[in-house]
């Protein structure tokens, strides 16, 4: 007779649960935004572990943050109602491959306990190789360098497999600089985040048995957010699914928001390719977010020529009709102060502060929020950005405890090895470089061999063995101390903890205080290498306190997350569209930023705010904006015109009226046309001036009869 169906598989439409059930074989979920493909991996995983068709260490499945991984986690442990502990290769690509090289790394000529350096060691580094040729280092910037070599593996290209017209760039020695920049890596006992997955890749390619041993082991592969994959994170996978090809990705190519560092929408079509047979799922219909919501993303996304075409519907229709708002204000302090009044009247209605989320396109957008949070005493987080980990006294601090285990680590040793100042100058630190560089050895070897000559005047021989004898002392007590105590004592020996207490800033309490909660935060860890391991992944970390809390992130650290309400502020050209995607990739770039909006919309579920300002400081200057093309393609039927937060209670019907904006209208004598309407005429009368065309590069700005009958006009005017 008829089987109940189990738990996990109640509510799911007939083609998802195709996807859940389909085990065997490759399968591909292309659909979009809201229709539950995050929810076919995640029971899918249930549905394997229910049917007992593998253990949680059976499972690899790859996700784009580490928070997703954990959300999975306990979703997954929802469904089973067990725990699932062993799922150990549940997490992002970094994460999976660092596990995986740390096996075998002297496979690449590293040993087990390397160093995974952050951009900064990184660029530090490749300003010393830059310099050593002889290059300008204001003209071949570091960074520039260290864009191109990301490029390069993130189409898994070695060295040697670089061609010799692309090898050329950077003043003919790209090759041969990124040829020495592996091997310093090499020495330093250190890889970079492109590394993990390129020396992952070419122990496979080079130990078949190493690899057979994967493609036995996972017998289950899923990847999410499979649309921002690159070529480097595809051959990875291709490698493994090879053996049983029981892969399963789901992605959605109108979310594909990181052609900038190389993911390829490609990837969807060469899987149908290099899967033979595959299952091709398509799933239409869209649990997250309105009718309105969704009619408006759809149609915005429906400017791009470049896409596979989908449907999409849903049945979600809001009793209380409540469109996309569009809101203008005068600048982004007042973008803020709007938006954090709305938010406090959402959270006296009742709404918790932990659906409502910030979208910003750009990073600095975001201090103007947390300036007028903290202000108003409303609880925020930051998700995306190493903020904590990235300041200065934190990453000091790092690295007295990266020297400590990891006595390689040059980069942590030159950072703190004057620091605090310890009478160390330019020349001795010479010396010990240049020791390190003929002997090839790191520079705390050096360092000890050269406090056993003369060749150091006595003052400054006797500070650096100061901080070399401290380390080794440290060392030595990493195993009989309890690590949060041991890191007390470093940052307290090393007089580092002194350095701040003595420092008469206005920062230095802050830094001290960041220090303690550093140390508080080790506390869930077991150990220094364990912490320091846990710091070189949390690239996307968030502070997952449980208290209430406004979320703001960037738009592109929200993808494949949900909130009742989204803020999506800043909607000006040059910002959103942002002018260096414009300016860098022409109409293909265009096309990236209008995907990122169709995710900031469709993160929402019930309510989505866009604002614009007429004016904004970038960079320090002033500057007056145009409203963002995209804006002129949202659907009129689903969208309103809010000129500010003051009608917020006022959503669906009237209000205008009473606006604070209309008070501090920067344009005094027209106030019959709205402000965004304004700024563009205005500015597309100095474009033409200037003899620019407006047009080029995308949608442009519409004719003023067109802009008239547009969608945007306000009702009423
Ligand atoms: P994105 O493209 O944004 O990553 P997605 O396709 O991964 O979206 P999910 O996040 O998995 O979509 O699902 C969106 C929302 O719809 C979630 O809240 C999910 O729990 C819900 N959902 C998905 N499928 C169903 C279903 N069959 N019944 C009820 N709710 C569902
Ligand atoms: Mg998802």
Known sequence: GAQAAPDYLEGMNPEQRLAVETLDGPVLVLAGAGTGKTRVLTTRIAHILATGSAYPSQILAVTFTNKAAR???????GFIGGDVEGMAWLGTFHSVCVKILRRHAELVGLKSG???????????????????????DKRWTPRAFA?????????????????????????????????????????????????????????????????????????????????????????????LAQGNQNVCCVGD??????????????????????FKGAEVIRLERNYRSTSHILAAASHLISHNEGRLGKTLFTDFEDPEDVKVNVASVWDSEEEARSIGEEIEALQSKGHALNDIA????????????????????????????????????????LAYFRCVVQPADDLAFERIVNTPKRGLGEASLKLVHELARTERIPLMQAGFQLCQTEELRPKPRAALKGVLDNVVRWRGELENVKHTELAEVILDESGYTEMWRNDRSAEAPGRLDNLKELIRSMEEFESLPGFLEHIS????????????????????????????????????????????????????GLEEERRLAYVGVTRAKKRATIWF?????????????????????LPADHVEIVESQSNYGGYGGGGYGSSRFDNRDPFQNSYSTPGWERAKKAKAAQGAALGRNSNSGGSGFKSARQRKAGPMTIEGE
């Open 114 to 136: 390397f160093s995974i350096l952050d951009t900064d060691d990184q660029l530090r580094l490749i300003k010393q190789l830059i310099r050593a040729e002889g290059l300008d």
């Open 147 to 239: 864009n191109m070599v990301d490029g390069w593996k993130n189409r898994a290209l070695t060295p040697s497999e670089v061609s010799e017209a692309e090898g050329s760039a950077f003043a003919g020695l790209g090759r041969k600089l990124y040829a020495d920049y592996q091997d310093r890596l090499s020495i330093l006992n250190a890889c970079d985040f492109g590394d993990l997955l390129l020396h992952v890749i070419t122990v496979f390619k080079n130990n078949p048995d190493v690899l057979a041993d994967y493609q036995r082991r996972f017998r289950y592969m899923m990847v999410d957010e499979y649309q921002d994959t690159n070529i480097a994170q595809y051959l990875w996978l291709r490698l």
């Open 537 to 588: 992944l949390v690239m996307d970390r968030d502070n997952t306190e449980d208290n209430d809390a406004v979320s703001i992130m960037t738009l592109h650290s929200a993808k494949g997350l949900e909130f009742d309400t989204v803020f999506l502020p800043g909607w000006e050209e040059g910002l959103f569209p942002h002018q260096r995607a414009l300016d860098e990739s022409g109409k293909a």
């Open 71 to 77: 959300e999975m986690k306990v979703r997954i442990a």
């Open 613 to 633: 300002t007429s004016n904004r400081r970038i960079h320090g200057q002033w500057q007056s904006s145009i409203p963002s093309r995209f804006l002129d393609e």
């Open 253 to 274: 190519d109108d979310q594909s928001i990181y052609g900038w560092r190389g993911a390829e929408v490609d990837n969807i079509l060469r899987f149908e390719h290099d």
């Open 358 to 397: 910030i979208l910003v396109r750009a990073s600095l957008q975001m201090r103007a929020f947390e300036d007028r949070f903290v202000t108003l005493g409303l609880n925020y987080r930051v998700i995306g950005g190493p903020r904590f980990y990235e300041r200065m006294e934190i990453r000091d601090a």
